[in-house]
């Protein structure tokens, strides 16, 4: 009997699906009788009801738009995207008078909701968000992790470790299948990622002051936008001839601005996983990233990689040179960065399978 299944997510979604999200969810569709429930724009997919994209109208309409689609859908499982959601799922799991299983998925975590994004007064509801984090996990008969180190916010949550830990699938055929560049000899790296404080921007931008004063030849692009944007603009402006942001740009961009650079830096505090560290690898980039979160998990320092304590500006500052200095040690370590990537590449049906069987799991009454 194939599983009824209702997924609820914040993540905002776009319908028409893009091609490469469409991949994902055909192949749940091909192992489960599916809906789902999720913050987005558009139409035209019945498997999808949409809900305003805005926190302030998402949230309260949440718990009676999961209880409507229980009654319509009457699944077996229900999966949460985040703790947050779970409590929404929750009230409207008891307002349907609902037996479904709940598994909630743990992306990284939760605390860096009020601390690691956005304006600093998101820190004065931290405590609250803290607790409904806990709650949310706490409530869940099955839980998702994306690493070790997902899995341990899961049990220091509810005492036990996450019921399945695997990636969430992203579709990088397109760094994987673009013909390799070779390492370019200009001294180059590059940051992709969310200009926020979890990303540790303030301090990518003290440290690369440090290399650009003692290596004026050193380039840095960064790419990506957030809201410690004014940070990247000084930094450009006062290193003009160092520094290039491109605030936003397609997958072809990212790959150009990858071969491009030596390598990736990436000085994060704690992150879920790191997608853009398999982008690097898929391109035979190396990484200089920080030894914290889920980074670990993939990237092996000296092997494929420069790890560093997360927040110790000399140490990026001295990763960072090395990759500068030394152009065979930056070829080294990304040609097994791509090695490390064949062993992470994830096909769809691969991911639906996986999902298939916690669910699977779960139902049987795995915690």
Request: net charge neutral.
């Given at each position: 009997m194939t599983?009824?299944?209702?997924?609820?997510?914040?993540?905002?979604?776009?319908?028409p699906l893009e091609p490469w999200l469409a991949k994902k969810w055909d192949a749940l569709s091909?192992?489960?009788?599916?809906h789902v429930l999720n913050a987005g724009t558009g139409g035209g997919d019945d498997r999808f009801t949409l809900l305003p994209p805005s926190a302030q109208?998402?949230?309260?309409?949440?718990?009676?738009?999961?209880?409507?689609a229980i009654r319509a859908?009457?699944?077996?499982?229900?999966?949460?995207?985040?703790?947050?959601?779970?409590?929404?799922?929750?009230?409207g799991r008891s307002l349907a008078r609902s037996r479904a299983r709940?598994?909630?998925?743990?992306?990284?975590?939760?605390?860096?909701f009020t601390r690691g994004y956005g304006s600093p007064l998101r820190r004065t509801v931290a405590p609250f968000a803290d607790a409904a984090a806990r709650a949310g996990i706490r409530g869940a008969d099955s839980t998702r992790a994306l690493s070790k180190f997902t899995s341990s916010v899961v049990e220091r949550a509810r005492g036990l470790p996450a019921t399945a830990c695997f990636p969430t699938y992203s579709d990088l055929d397109a760094f994987a299948e673009a013909p390799l560049a070779p390492v370019p000899?200009?001294?180059?790296?590059?940051?992709?990622?969310?200009l926020e404080a979890y990303k540790n921007i303030d301090g990518l931008a003290d440290a690369w002051r440090r290399v650009a004063r003692e290596r004026p030849q050193a380039r840095l692009t960064i790419v990506g936008q957030g809201s410690r944007r004014a940070v990247v603009d000084r930094l450009v402006a006062d290193l003009p001839g160092s520094v290039e942001h491109l605030p936003a740009v397609e997958p072809a961009g990212v790959i150009d601005a990858l071969d491009s650079a030596r390598g990736l830096v990436l000085p994060s505090f704690p992150e879920g996983l790191g997608r853009v560290v398999l982008e690097a690898f898929a391109r035979a980039r190396t990484v200089v990233a920080t030894d914290a979160g889920g980074i670990p998990d993939i990237v092996?320092?000296?092997?494929?990689?420069?790890?560093?304590?997360?927040?110790?500006?000399?140490?990026?500052?001295?990763?960072?040179?090395?990759?500068l200095d030394d152009h065979e040690l930056a070829v080294r370590l990304g040609d097994a960065g791509r090695?490390?990537?064949?062993?992470?590449?994830?096909?769809?049906?691969?991911?639906?399978?996986?999902?298939?069987?916690?669910?699977?799991?779960?139902?049987?009454?795995?915690?």
């Open positions: 599983p009824r299944v209702l997924f609820v997510g914040r993540g905002r979604l776009s319908l091909e192992v489960f009788e599916l109208a998402f949230y309260p309409r949440l718990s009676f738009a999961v209880a409507t859908q009457r699944p077996d499982a229900i999966v949460a995207s985040d703790p947050f959601v779970a409590l929404g799922v929750r009230a709940l598994v909630v998925e743990v992306h990284g975590d939760p605390r860096t000899y200009e001294e180059r790296l590059v940051f992709v990622g969310a092996t320092d000296q092997r494929d990689g420069l790890l560093v304590p997360p927040g110790d500006t000399g140490a990026l500052v001295a990763a960072m040179t090395r990759v090695v490390t990537y064949a062993g992470w590449h994830q096909t769809p049906a691969g991911f639906a399978a996986a999902y298939r069987d916690l669910v699977d799991r779960s139902l049987a009454g795995a915690r």
